[in-house]
Structure formats: C-alpha cells, structure tokens
C-alpha cells in the first residue's frame, strides 16, 4: 500500500427523515443566517423537498434567497448569476437541493463568491483558490458523490471545455441524504446513477499498487451489491430498501475511501466522457455507459490481469480451461451486458453521435496532460475507444 492520509469533514445525515437536521445546523452557526438555497429545474418543487427544506430553514428564522434553474451539466454562466447573488445579499451559507448539477455549480458559486474575478480563473487554475462560502447539501440523486467530496464540474458552454477541479474548501460542511427524496427520480436517471457510481468504483480499482486485497475487496462488494440492487430498484423504484441502498453506494463510491492506500486509480473514461458531453451536453452515466466497456476492451489487450479480476470476483466467472485473455473479454462483456440489461445506452448512435468530431473530443480529453494511469493514453488510443464506442 502507499501511504495515505484518510480525512472526510462531511457531516453526514443519512436515512428517512434526517431533514430535521438542517434547522439544528443552521442554529449552529449562532445568528440569522443568509442563506443561498440553490437547485435545478423544478424537481424539487414536485415532490415536495422544497417545501421541507423551506420549513426547516424557516423555523432556524434564516433569510432565504433562491437560485433555480441549474442545468444538468452546470454551466459556467449560472456560476456567475450565484457569485454575483452571492456578493449582493451578503450570502453567509450555500445550500445545494438537488444532485451533482447543483452541487457542483453551488461548489462553484462557492469559491466565485470569494474571488474578485472571474470563477473560470479558478476552475481553470489560472488563479489558486483560497477561500469558499461554506455549503450544505440536501441530495436528491444518488449518483455522483459530489455530496461528500471536493470536487466539481462546470461546463463553459461558449468555449466547450467541461471541466473537472476539486478544492478541500468546497467539501461540503454537511448532507442530508433521506433515501424517500429520491423516490421521484425517473428510469433513466436512476440507471445513470447506478452507472456512474459503479464507474467510480471500477476506475478506482484499476490501480497498481500492490498488496491492497482489502481495498480491492471492499469495490468488487460494491459493484456485486450494485449488481444485485440495480435491476430490484428498476422493478420497484418505490422500494425505500434499494433506494437506500443505492444512495449509501453512490455516495461511498466516490468520497475517497476507495482510494486509501492506492495510486488513485485510472480516471481516463470520466476524462473521455467529459470531452463528449462538452461538445454534446448527453448525461454524464449515459456517456460512462458507452464508454467504460470500450476501454476495458481496449486496456485488456495490453495487460489482461485486472479484467480477470473482475471477471472472476464479481461476475462470478469460472477460470477453468480459460486464458486470462478469454476471461477478461468475458468480465468486459459482461459489464457492457449488465448495463445494456438496465436500458443504459451502448453506442455513441445512442445519442446520434457519429465520429465528425472525433479529433475535437480527442483534444479535449488532453486539456490536461497525462490521461489514464493503469495506462497511460495516448491520442491515437482515445480515438480508438472513440472508434469502438461508434
Ligand atoms: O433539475 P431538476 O429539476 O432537479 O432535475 C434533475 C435533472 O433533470 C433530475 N432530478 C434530480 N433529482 C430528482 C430529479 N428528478 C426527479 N426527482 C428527483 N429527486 O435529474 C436530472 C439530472 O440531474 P443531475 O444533477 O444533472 O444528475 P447527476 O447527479 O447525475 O449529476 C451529473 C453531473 O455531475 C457531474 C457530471 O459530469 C454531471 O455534470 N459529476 C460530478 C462529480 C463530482 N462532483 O464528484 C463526479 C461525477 O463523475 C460527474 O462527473
Ligand atoms: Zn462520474
């Protein structure tokens, strides 16, 4: 194992009815706050979270300024409308209602509100974040993670770069996760969620890092449980057991406890899929669904040993009789089988994309050097995933 240090300063509140938490945290903070409540487009107000989260922030007598309207894959122009609410009513908390859309732009409003410029300074490393509003988080898709950990994506759509960036100031000071909030999530979104959370998982486990049995062990419980509750949670998407279940996966999956210990992992397919959804704004899971497998297969021809791996401990396979590069080929299918079964697309026709943008993607995913670490990529390997995801 490498040396790792293990530090989360997410409060989190997980189970039914953990919303009367948010009036006691407010009351923490010892006066009457201002409070920028920041969400998307309208779920909120449909399945009555809006109405709780009002409720509480009430009865803590908070000042209550709106900002909705976040798009899925959050844009850079609604982080600036954030900052400058933010710099207007003297904003002392940031409270994100929603899933990783609104949490991340919220991350972003966080550090704009503190820096004279403009946030894509920051999001972009021109200039070093040193400060943040603190935010809160009420989560209402269980996905990405962004609940409990630093990081964020914002989409600058006048210069399509989508980009991810992280920063121990925006890790969020506490999340309400109640597992009934996300009963109204629709099918595909749901799907998404799995194969997003799953993805994160998997590119955490293909480090290098020797002697790490107990990590490794910990994802591959992970992906079986994602295996096992997927397909119950889309037969009965009211079910409060799956929803729960779900929700504990998607948050632990990326809050860093996948890492410890480990060289971090292999991020190249979330690099890839940000590059695509740059250019064309598809769902973040949808793109990983195309194409995660791809890469698996274009990975094992190198090196099989880890998709056998997985092949073996989570899918179950039998070794007998079989090369490690049959097993491997079989793990990828597999997987590329799993998430076809839950109606997650599978090529980039899915969304009609076709490959007259390929060299612009394979750009974009070098934006910053060095992709992928169990391999290394290079651009003409990008645009072989590319090819393969067609
Ligand atoms: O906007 P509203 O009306 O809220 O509707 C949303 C949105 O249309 C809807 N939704 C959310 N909760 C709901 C609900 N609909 C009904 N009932 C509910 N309870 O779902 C739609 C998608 O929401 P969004 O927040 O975009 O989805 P997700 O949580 O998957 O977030 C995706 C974004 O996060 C980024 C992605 O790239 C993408 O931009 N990521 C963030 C990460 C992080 N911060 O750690 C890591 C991830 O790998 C990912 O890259
Ligand atoms: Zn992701």
Not at 54 to 69: R, T
Not at 202 to 231: C, V, W
Not at 246 to 263: E, I, K, Q, R
Request: proline share 4%.
């Amino acid at each position: 194992m490498n040396t790792f240090v293990q530090y989360n300063p997410t409060k989190l509140y997980f189970g039914k009815g953990q919303i009367c938490q948010l009036s006691q945290e407010l009351n923490k903070l010892g006066h009457s706050v201002n409070v920028l409540v920041v969400y998307g487009g309208g779920s909120i107000k449909k399945n009555g979270v809006y109405d709780d989260v009002m409720k509480e922030l009430k009865s803590a007598a908070a000042h209550i300024v709106e900002l909705s309207g976040v798009e899925p894959n959050p844009r850079l122009s609604t982080v600036h409308k954030g900052v400058e609410i933010c710099k207007q009513e003297n904003i002392d908390l940031l409270l994100a209602v929603g899933g990783g859309s609104v949490i991340d732009c919220t991350k972003a409003i966080a550090i704009g509100a503190k820096y004279e410029g403009d946030a894509w300074d920051l999001i972009t490393r021109k200039a070093e974040i040193k400060e943040a509003l603190p935010i809160g988080t009420v989560l209402t898709l269980a996905a990405t993670g962004s609940e409990m950990n630093s990081t964020s994506v914002i989409t600058n759509w006048e210069t399509k770069d989508k980009l991810g960036w992280s920063s121990p100031h925006v890790h969020p000071r506490f999340s309400i996760l109640d597992p009934e909030y996300t009963f109204s999530v629709p099918r595909d979104q749901t799907v998404y969620g799995i194969v997003d959370s799953m993805s994160h998982a998997l590119e955490s486990y293909f480090h290098r890092t020797k002697n790490t049995p107990m990590i490794d062990g910990f994802i591959e419980s992970f992906l079986r449980t994602a295996i096992q509750t997927g397909p119950r949670l889309l037969e009965d998407m009211q079910s409060f057991e799956y929803r729960e279940t779900m929700m504990y996966v998607s948050t632990t999956a990326f809050n860093d406890t996948l890492l410890n210990g480990t060289d971090g992992g292999d991020w190249a397919t979330h690099r890839i899929e940000h590059a695509v959804s740059a250019l064309y704004d598809i769902p973040h899971g949808g793109g990983l669904a195309i194409l995660f497998p791809n890469w698996l297969e274009h990975v094992l021809e190198e090196d099989p040993s880890r998709v056998k791996q997985l092949a073996v401990n989570v899918f179950g396979m039998d070794p007998t009789g079989k090369s490690d590069t049959e097993l491997a080929k079989e793990g990828a299918q597999a997987l590329r089988d799993f998430w076809n079964s839950l109606g997650a697309p599978s090529t980039l026709g899915d969304y009609d994309i076709d490959d007259s943008e390929f060299g612009s993607i394979v750009e974009k995913t070098f934006i910053k050097p060095g992709v992928g670490t169990y391999k290394e990529l290079d651009p003409e390997s990008v645009m072989d995933i590319l090819k393969r995801s067609l």
